[in-house]
């Protein structure tokens, strides 16, 4: 029961301090973890306990699947190259790095045991980093990027995580043993996910759209079970999910189901909210476990924490300044390679494509935030907390406590300290997407859209003899369509009522449904276009399906 109240106290907590995390311009999920911290600090509040191999699989598939379906397997190919530098090489470089600090300066460790420290404290929280940067009013380039890092790092960090463990555990260690598991893990994880993706996308077909409860009840157990099926035949269960849910986004819906689109949306972000405050006050509640391991010795820990910290630190900083130094210098070969084939008039179509997919390199500002985003949270405190307490020879985990209270400290320091001045950060160095960043890609999907719903009234008239009233009136929508989704692109569409008081109302809905379908339709399709951000066109969509709501003349 007592268990029960101190979630209760996190949730609660969430919704106080979401307005407040407005008001004064901080992430949210830093404060809930900071009020988390005050919490495990009052003596009378009990210790909170949860099992460790409980809390990946609950907290990690929700929030995965709620974060990826907002993306598209295009976004995550234009972004592939920063995103598997950041999510793949960066992390097993901090786990070298990492481990070979904590190898000199932490009594006891092993290297095993250092490298398992490095794996865990090496990937960036996806939750933290996924809040933060969308609130921040960051490039989309730059969003992408921290996104993709935060959702694919975890593969890798696990996987060196778990390898690192078991040499501890049962006493020994194998590099080519590591990287078979990683490629095992990764091709057992695209198998399941796409096998999970065609399964369920078939069963959601057969039950039909005409009542969204059962799509919303498939969609809550689908990532769990995957992650689950993944990690119980020794596969990547994140990766799973990743590609359970990219699958998922990318098949075909139905474009008229406006009622399941926006049960799912309003489901999905109240369950987003609440699994992220859950997690986040657990990080806060939780760092009084990692006091309890360690008792009264923990000012004696002050030395090797601040040294693996800054370790963490610096070598993200270090690894991110000249792999932007290379990627601008490929970038300038790039251009320099069309230019010199547009002189020659033999333009390589394939190399110009390139050009034009390949987005332009970050410079020294965008990389300091990007460098300072690396913030660690939920992975980090449920791996940490997952370490056996005892080896296979009965003998007591090398220097587990010590591993526990760094792991935690590395969390409190970037995700409270760097949560905290990001924001800062941000506006002194003036990061921030342009006031009219994106305006003209929606404008594009705007007009679409109005130019779809009019081809699908005429395409309409062929079958359907329209009352001249209802034909002046529908014929109107397109221009109503511009008004209601970008003010700015159509100008006065007032209609007088006693227009409207001689429709005929069947012929009337039957035309505004069939044009807001083909609006969505069109909508929908470019959401898998090159260059057409997701987020965009789910809002588009959210709005027509909005509209669509009252189907009878206004």
Do not use: C
Not at 431 to 453: Q, T
């Amino acid at each position: 029961m007592q268990q029960l109240g101190l979630v209760a106290a996190v949730i609660f907590a969430t919704a106080i301090l979401i307005p407040v995390s407005t008001r004064i311009n901080l992430p949210w999920p830093v404060l809930v973890t900071v009020f988390g911290l005050l919490l495990a600090a009052i003596p009378q509040i009990p210790q909170v306990h949860v099992e460790p191999e409980l809390i990946l699989p609950l907290v990690l598939p929700p929030l995965l699947f709620a974060a990826a379906r907002k993306t598209s397997w295009r976004l995550w190919v234009a972004n592939a190259r920063p995103i598997l530098l950041l999510a793949v090489a960066l992390v097993v470089v901090t786990t070298a790095v990492v481990a070979a600090v904590a190898s000199a300066v932490v009594p006891g460790i092993s290297l095993a045991g250092a490298v398992a420290l490095g794996a865990l404290v090496s990937p960036p929280d996806p939750v933290a980093a996924t809040a933060i940067a969308s609130k921040l009013h960051l490039p989309k380039r730059l969003v992408s990027m921290l996104e993709g890092e935060g959702l694919f790092n975890d593969v890798a960090a696990l996987v060196l995580y778990q390898v690192a463990i078991a040499a501890v555990v049962g006493g020994s260690f194998s590099p080519g043993e590591a990287a078979l598991k990683l490629l095992l893990a990764a091709v057992l994880a695209l198998v399941v996910g796409f096998a999970f993706g065609w399964g369920v996308s078939r069963l959601i077909a057969l039950l039909g759209t005409g009542d969204p409860r059962p799509q919303v009840l498939l969609s809550i157990l689908a990532p769990t079970a995957t992650y689950v099926a993944a990690e119980e035949m020794h596969g990547s269960g994140v990766l799973a999910v990743l590609v359970y849910t990219l699958y998922s986004v990318s098949r075909p819906v139905d474009a008229a189901d406006a009622q399941g689109r926006l049960t799912t949306d309003v489901f999905w972000s109240m369950t987003e909210t609440l699994v992220t405050g859950i997690a986040f006050g657990l990080v806060g509640l939780e760092f009084q476990t990692a006091l309890t391991e360690v008792g009264e010795r923990w000012t004696t820990l002050v030395g090797e924490t601040a040294a693996v910290v800054a370790a963490v630190v610096a070598v993200r900083l270090l690894y991110l300044l000249p792999s932007v130094l290379l990627t601008k210098s490929l970038y300038r070969r790039l251009q320099v390679g069309a230019l010199d084939d547009a002189l020659s008039g033999q333009r390589s179509s394939r190399r110009l494509r390139r050009q034009r997919d390949t987005d332009v390199p970050i410079g020294w500002r965008e990389t300091v935030v990007v460098w300072w985003a690396g913030m660690r949270g939920v992975a980090t405190v449920a791996l940490a907390l997952a370490i056996p307490t005892t080896t296979d020879a009965g003998a007591p985990f090398p220097a587990r406590e010590r591993i526990l209270f760094i792991a935690f400290a590395v969390v409190l320091v970037t995700l409270v300290l760097q949560g905290v001045t990001l924001p800062t950060l941000v506006k002194a160095l003036g990061v921030r997407a342009g006031n009219s960043d994106g305006d003209e890609a929606e404008a594009v999907l705007i007009e679409r859209a109005a130019h779809a719903a009019a081809e699908a009234l005429n395409h309409l008239q062929d079958d359907v003899d329209f009352g001249v009233e209802v034909w002046d009136r529908l014929n109107a929508f397109p221009t109503d369509l511009l008004s209601r989704l970008s003010p700015q692109l159509a100008s006065n569409t007032d209609h007088a009522a006693a227009e409207q008081r001689g429709l005929d109302r069947e012929q009337f809905v039957l035309g505004l449904r069939q044009m807001l379908s083909a609006a969505r339709e069109e909508l929908l399709n470019a959401r898998s276009e090159r260059g057409v951000e997701p987020e965009m066109v789910d809002h588009l969509v959210r709005r027509l399906d909005l509209y669509s709501l009252p189907t009878t003349p206004r």
